[in-house]
T-cell receptor, first 113, second 115 residues
Framework: GNSVTQMEGPVTLSEEAFLTINCTYT??????LFWYVQYPGEGLQLLLK?????DKGSNKGFEATYRKETTSFHLEKGSVQVSDSAVYFC????????????FGKGTRLSVIA | EAEVAQSPRYKITEKSQAVAFWCDPI?????LYWYRQILGQGPELLVQ????????DSQLPKDRFSAERLKGVDSTLKIQPAELGDSAMYLC?????????????FGAGSRLTVL
């Protein structure tokens, strides 16, 4: 079945540091890929998405590129801020029928000033 | 901005009691999902509705969990009896059909603690 593996946290960075959170997936066909973010005490919010190979999703300075050859969708940001502290989830949606959105386990990011 | 409404935000109950969670999706969204998020884990789908019909409830523990969406709008998730292992965040999400169907909008969640 479809699955997502993302790097375990927690990740602690200083403000303005470079961020990478690795995500790889297993799926048949051509899934859509997502990054969701969960701030403390809140629900999940869509951060960015990519629906086909080589697409780059971007939002709020975050980027991720859909790499089919390496089955990856790594999240990057050039300069993190304290306000980026949250839990980040990589997710996959299969393209066959009513397949559910499948999440990774999440990576907690803490950014310190 | 349209939101998915959930209540209650927090619920503390004793094991063997009944609990219920309510969700009101974004107006016009035909698809509604209930996910369970155990602390430190990613959300896992419990049940998916298309209008009032269940599309996928393969991961719903049907001996104690039930879900309904009678008029195809709001939904209720019930647990009876609650067990210690049910302590988790219960997330409701909705999506439209057609364009944008692959984007789920989540509510703030209902955090359940079973003592």
């Amino acid at each position: 079945g479809n699955s997502v593996t993302q790097m375990e946290g927690p990740v602690t960075l200083s403000e303005e540091a470079f961020l990478t959170i690795n995500c790889t997936y297993t799926a048949t066909g051509y899934p859509s890929l997502f990054w969701y973010v969960q701030y403390p005490g809140e629900g999940l919010q869509l951060l960015l998405k990519a629906t086909k190979a080589d697409d780059k999703g971007s939002n709020k300075g975050f980027e991720a590129t859909y790499r089919k050859e390496t089955t990856s969708f790594h999240l990057e940001k050039g300069s993190v801020q304290v306000s980026d502290s949250a839990v980040y989830f990589c997710a996959l949606l299969g393209n066959s029928g009513n397949t559910p959105l499948v999440f990774g386990k999440g990576t907690r990011l803490s950014v310190i000033a | 901005e349209a939101e998915v409404a959930q209540s209650p935000r927090y619920k503390i109950t004793e094991k063997s009691q009944a609990v219920a969670f309510w969700c009101d999706p974004i107006s016009g969204h035909a698809t509604l999902y209930w996910y369970r998020q155990i602390l430190g884990q990613g959300p896992e789908l419990l049940v998916q509705f298309q209008d009032e019909s269940v599309v996928d409830d393969s991961q719903l523990p049907k001996d104690r969990f039930s879900a309904e969406r009678l008029k195809g709008v709001d939904s209720t998730l019930k647990i009876q009896p609650a067990e210690l292992g049910d302590s988790a965040m219960y997330l409701c999400a909705s999506s439209s059909t057609g364009w944008g169907a692959n984007v789920l909008t989540f509510g703030a969640g209902s955090r359940l603690t079973v003592l």
